[in-house]
């Protein structure tokens, strides 16, 4: 029997909390709840995937806030995160995803949309494991850059290892097997978030602004991740696959 999926829940709202751990825990989810985040720092300092395997987390908790836990997450692990923001609070929002947040939910909301929201971030996140041990190597290099996608590793031209999110590997690989093609936002959406982009939505654009500045393309005049006005984007160099 499979282990159920384990999410942990982070918000001051006590009314919010049981609501959801309720909610999930009827959909056959473990359930963990907190007030703060004191409990992913805990988790966090047992290794880079403890025993959790998504968290929602509130961006305007008391005191340490969701910005400075989703930035120490980030730091040490891929682990997913949903925030939660508060309806109109767009820098929020792309702070937030700026930080490495794999998407985002506005308060308020109906929990049949957070559950859809997690099932979707879960679904890309095993589509994507972090190592596949017998399976032979898929190797793309472009400008210089190598990406390992059985290790999911990230090489500068130099050789440093660069640290990528879920959402930052999928976007570069859908890059990585359209090379020269322009993908249009709703397309690269789909393969990156398995949703259409609503009309106001900023996370495909943030996202490749976090990317850009993981290549080193991160001026006025980005050289790689090109904008193609009125259509999408596009890779503007060779890629050549490998073994």
Known sequence: MSRADHILVIDDDADIRLLLQAYLLRHGYRVTTAANG??????????ARPEIDLVVLDLMLPGEDGFSLCRAVRARSRLPILILTARGEDEDRIRGLDLGADDYLVKPFHPDELRA??????????AYPETAPGEP??????AGWTLDTVRRELRS???????????EYRLLQAFLEHPGAVLTRERLSEMVY????????????????RLRRRLGDGGRDPRLLQAVRGQGYRLASTVEPGP
């Open 194 to 209: 398995a949703r259409t982009p609503t009309p106001y939505d900023r996370n495909l654009d943030v996202l490749v602004s």
């Open 157 to 167: 031209p130099d050789g440093t290892l660069i640290s990528l999110t879920g959402t």
């Open 117 to 126: 929201r997690v099932q979707s971030i879960l679904r890309r996140a095993r």
């Open 38 to 47: 004191n409990i992913l720092h805990d988790l966090l300092a047992r290794g």
């Open 137 to 142: 190597a898929k190797i793309f290099r472009f």
